[in-house]
Every structure is written in C-alpha cells, then in structure tokens.
C-alpha cells in the first residue's frame, strides 16, 4: 500500500506561482514512476505531467508545456510541481499518482489507467 500526501495549493492571482509537493510513504519511492492529474469542476481528470522512476523522463500536458515542471528527490520519497504563469484555466484540484507496476528507469506515463495510487487532491483556484 502507498499512501501520497499532497500540499501547496491555495488561492493565487493570475500570473502567479505555486509549488506542489506529493510525499509518498513507500520505502520502494524510487522505483516508482509518478504523475500530476487535475480534475475541474464538470470536468474529466486529465494529465498535467509525469516524471520516471530516475528523474531523467520527465513530460507534459500541452496546456501546461512552459509554464510547469515536475521534478522529484528521491531522498525525501517527494515529487513536486513548479507552477509559473498560473491561470484561471488552471483552477482544479491536483492529484498525485503513483504507477508501482515496473517501467524503464527513463519511461513515464501519462495514462490514468496507468497509475495504481492515488493522493486525496489538493485545490489550486487561480483568480483573474
């Protein structure tokens, strides 16, 4: 079992910035390829960006090619997103997922079905 905690969303204005962070519990952290989906009120989950077990793939979503980056420390069991230039399309809530099946040390994925935990969500509301 592999418990994701997200945190850093909140309330910004247009243009600005945020930071989210996804700690795993799983001591095998490293091993994981892991993920960002967002899901908008009426809306479907979608991909955001996704990252390899090494660090070295990293993709993501056009709407988001840019303006964010995932990154990950597989030290802290922690993967992040950098969010630049935020706006109000942006405003959903933001889950982590985290694919525990085995992929290339280079490969990421950005199919829900994909993954097999998942973070409760934290919202990110982008003001105009």
């Known amino acids: 079992q592999v418990q994701l905690v997200e945190s850093g969303g909140g309330l910004v204005q247009a243009g600005g910035s945020l930071r989210l962070s996804c700690a795993a519990s799983?001591?095998?952290?490293?091993?994981?390829?892991m993920g960002w989906f967002r899901q908008a009120p009426g809306k479907e989950r979608e991909f955001v960006a996704a990252i390899s077990r090494s660090g070295r793939g990293t993709g993501g979503a056009d709407s988001v090619k840019g303006r964010f980056t995932i990154s990950r420390d597989n030290a802290k069991n922690t993967v992040y997103l950098q969010m630049l230039s935020l706006k109000p399309e942006d405003t959903a809530v933001y889950y982590c997922?985290?694919?525990?099946?085995?992929?290339?040390?280079?490969?990421?994925?950005?199919?829900?079905?994909?993954?097999?935990?998942w973070g409760q969500g934290t919202q990110v509301t982008v003001s105009s």
């Open positions: 997922a985290a694919r525990v099946r085995p992929l290339g040390a280079n490969v990421y994925v950005s199919e829900i079905s994909a993954y097999d935990y």
């Open positions: 799983a001591r095998a952290f490293s091993s994981y390829a």
